[in-house]
């Protein structure tokens, strides 16, 4: 025998098998392979993949298609749907070379109508991993783009409270605008417990795991009483290593953000807010955004960083006008729709004693300590205008955040105010339960006539005032801080002007009210006004309160509860000049800072009276003399009360660190 006819035996020997797979294949088909895919699936798996249709094999290199129909796969038995997925028809491109190295990856994978159930159990169990327990992470399925017809898409994990159905329809455009068809979608259910309502349109490619090329998508949702509107394109639908959408947010409050994104905002009004949100990497930015919370406009920036230990965020925020009722929230007060829902009785505080429910000032909703440390944050907020009623104006409003390791600052917070200045350092450490909380404000130049501008004045008043709040509590609620709190008080108001009418009402001069009524107000000398009070224990006791003017003095004293909210002060009054008609009573000001009530000593007033009936029956002129204040009551010693004010322990405001 020949070398060339050895050869050619040697080739038929190796080439028969193949010739007669190929005739095989040729005459009944791949439909052969069905029931060893099917085993070895159910043996590596435990789950039956059923191939009920034609099975066709395309072979490439590097990638092969295997196109399938009527394919159903098994869930696992805790599962609450019976089949992970049901389709008319599946083609797959398998990489070989991946195969080779025994890693299932598939570039492409065409669903045509299916119906696909993906779901998270106990235990970390995840229906898509195809261990036989579903939980190794590396037994799953790599997929780089899936194309979509027709078809149904469900999400369960009962831990999070979250089922969601999706149905999928191919649309006739795209939502860029390319030609071609794209993918239309709804869906329904419910996320983290809240309800969820979705529509929208995508390229007719989904590139799961693409890290180059964007896909277009279009949606409108809704979830619990967020709205969410995005246009725009994400990059790698497993990853979303990369965002770039117009995004609008709404809602009732932005704190109803934290189960959708995981991250802590304070409680807010009403918002509505449209901007730019672009992410890659570690760093999300929400950036030129502008919109509404409440009646106050914003705008600026956000950005997030999720590299570190915890979520790190900056923003940067202006605000033309800015309502004082929408930072009420922030401190812990009720909105008025929640006033309104609970009537005017919230909660007592837990340092009052059991009485009847009733209206009360200070905030008293929690602050939620344990989300502050989902988040470091540094937030910079800067306002024009303070919208408030009108008989107080507030201006330039500038404030710095500071939120790190559970301890929020807010260092400085200014704002003007009446022509003046508060400012003030304010730490609450949140590691502690209850808050421990400080707060050192200082006012600055503040003008007498600007806190009253309702009352009309021949010209403009000259009086400042200046104090300083030390202060320090504890408790969850900026209520409970002051129903425990302990500090010092001090104000002093000096060389000023101040509404003469004003002061003869507060002095009881019924004769010189009647003629101020018919002249005009006037102007008169305020020498100077100062107030010296210890807080212990959330009660304010007063060492000192003296308001004098050239026409009388007022004396106070007396305490207020903060804890209870109610106010128990007495003014004397020590008119300087004789009056032919007087009162001549202290003036009582008590009950709760919701209903403060403002009552004469009707003891006082009865003698009075009865004297001036007893005189009148022997000559009616006689009556009077129990009504005339003969005065003249002596000035203050101003400078004094000024002196042993400023001689009062004065918190550095710059020495930040003592806060701490």
Not at 68 to 80: D, G, H, L, Q
Not at 293 to 307: E, K, R, V
Not at 472 to 477: D, H, I, L, M
Not at 587 to 604: M, N, Q, T
């Amino acid at each position: 025998m020949t070398l060339s006819r050895t050869l050619k035996c040697i080739a038929a020997v190796l080439l028969a098998p193949i010739l007669l797979a190929v005739l095989f294949i040729a005459i009944g088909g791949w439909n052969w392979l069905r029931g060893p895919i099917e085993r070895l699936t159910l043996e590596k798996t435990g789950r039956v993949l059923a191939i009920n249709g034609d099975l066709k094999v395309k072979f490439g290199w590097p990638l092969s298609r295997v196109r399938a129909a009527a394919v159903t796969f098994a869930n696992p038995a805790w599962a609450r749907e019976k089949q992970m997925v049901a389709a008319d028809g599946v083609e797959v491109a398998i990489d070989l070379p991946q195969l080779l190295q025994r890693s299932l990856v598939l570039p492409e994978v065409r669903l045509e109508r299916p119906v696909v159930f993906l779901e998270q159990g106990s235990g970390g169990r995840k229906n898509w991993l195809l261990d036989l327990e579903q939980q190794d992470e590396e037994a799953r399925i790599r997929i780089g783009r899936l194309t979509l017809d027709h078809g149904t898409l469900g999400y369960d994990d009962a831990g999070t409270k979250t089922s969601i159905r999706s149905e999928l329809s191919t649309s006739n455009a795209p939502p860029d605008g390319t030609s071609g068809g794209g993918l239309a979608f709804s869906a329904r259910g419910q996320f983290q417990g809240l309800a969820v309502k979705a529509s929208g349109s995508g390229g007719p490619v989904l590139a799961m795991r693409d890290e180059s090329t964007p896909y277009p998508l279009k949606v409108d949702a809704s979830v619990g009483r967020t709205r969410v509107r995005a246009d725009g394109t994400i990059t790698s639908l497993l990853k979303l290593s990369a965002m770039d959408l117009r995004l609008a947010l709404s809602g009732d409050s932005l704190e109803q953000l934290f189960p959708l994104i995981g991250l802590a905002f304070p409680a807010t009004r009403a918002y509505a807010t449209e901007g730019h949100l672009l992410h890659s990497g570690n760093g999300w930015r929400y950036e030129k955004f502008s919109g509404r919370i409440g009646d106050s406009d914003i705008a600026g920036t956000f950005q997030f960083d999720t590299g570190g230990e915890r979520p790190a965020m900056k923003a940067d925020l202006v605000s033309k006008v800015l309502a004082v009722a929408d930072l009420g929230p922030l401190i812990g007060a009720r909105p008025r729709s929640m006033q309104a829902a609970k009537g005017a009785a919230p909660a007592p505080l837990e340092t009052a004693a059991p009485t009847p429910a009733r209206a009360r000032v200070l905030p008293d909703l929690p602050f939620k300590t344990d989300r502050w440390k989902s988040v470091n944050a540094e937030v910079k907020l800067r306002a024009k205008t303070l919208r408030r009623a009108k008989e107080l104006p507030l201006e330039d409003f500038v404030t710095h955040l500071s939120l790190r390791d559970s301890v929020l600052r807010l260092d400085p917070l200014d704002f003007g105010v009446a022509g003046g200045r508060l400012s003030a350092v304010i730490s609450l450490d949140g590691r502690a339960d209850p808050i421990q909380a400080q707060a050192q404000v200082r006012a600055r130049n503040i003008l007498v006539a600007r806190l009253f501008p309702a009352v009309e004045l021949s010209r403009t008043s000259v009086g400042q005032i200046n104090g300083e709040f030390n202060l320090a509590g504890k408790g969850n609620s900026v209520g409970r801080m002051l129903a425990s709190s302990n500090g010092k008080v001090g104000l002093v108001v000096a060389d000023g002007e101040i509404s003469r009418l004003m002061m003869e009402k507060v002095g009881l001069h019924l004769w010189e009210i009647l003629e101020l009524k018919v002249t005009g107000d006037k102007l008169v000398r305020l020498r100077c006004g100062v107030a010296d009070v210890d807080v212990k224990a959330g009660t304010m006791h007063a060492n000192a309160l003296i308001f004098d003017t050239e026409v009388t003095t007022i004396v106070g004293t007396g305490s207020i509860d903060l804890g209870q909210e109610t106010l128990d002060l007495t003014l004397n009054q020590s008119t300087k000049h004789t009056t032919a008609l007087a009162l001549r009573s202290p003036i009582y000001v008590r009950g709760s800072f919701a209903k403060p009530e403002v009552a004469l000593d009707r003891g006082r007033l009865a003698a009075r009276a009865l004297g001036a009936v007893a005189l009148g029956t022997f000559n009616p002129l006689l009556a009077l003399i129990p009504l005339i204040d003969a005065g003249p009551g002596r000035d203050s010693d101003c400078g004094q009360l000024v002196s042993d004010a400023r001689a009062l322990p004065r918190p550095d405001l710059a020495a930040k660190a003592t806060l701490r």
